[in-house]
């Protein structure tokens, strides 16, 4: 393994640990969180496919015109974005796999924001 920040090494143990427990599928996929420094992905996956569903970041346009000032409220919008895009394939429930980040600050406000969205998890 080449030289690695611990932090990241941490997380990828993390990850690992979660990934065993959490798995989605067709009925209920997974609802995947990623940040790093500046922005926030989110996606949506079928993992008996491999296939991912639907996916929002804080780089689309509906989150950009937004003009949002803090990180925190456009992971929030991300959310939103990210469940209306659910509704439109016909998906409620999800699993939430927060990606090895403490639940807490963006990866919270993206979770309550994809509830209020109508998701379920």
């Known amino acids: 393994m080449a030289k690695t920040n611990k932090k990241i090494v941490a997380r990828l143990k993390r990850v690992k640990r979660i990934r065993k427990n959490v798995t989605g599928t067709t009925e209920r996929p997974r609802l995947r969180v990623f940040k790093s420094g500046k922005h926030i992905y989110a996606q949506i996956i079928d993992d008996t496919k491999g296939h991912t569903m639907a996916a929002a970041s804080d780089l689309n346009s509906e989150v950009v015109e937004a003009d949002l000032s803090d990180k925190t409220s456009k992971a929030n919008k991300v959310g ?7 509704k439109a394939n016909g998906i409620k429930e999800v699993v939430f796999d ?21 998701l379920v998890f």
């Open 80 to 86: 939103l974005v990210l469940a209306a895009k659910a």
């Open 98 to 118: 927060r990606g090895g980040y403490i639940y807490h600050g963006r990866v919270k406000a993206l979770s309550e924001g994809a509830r209020e969205g109508g």
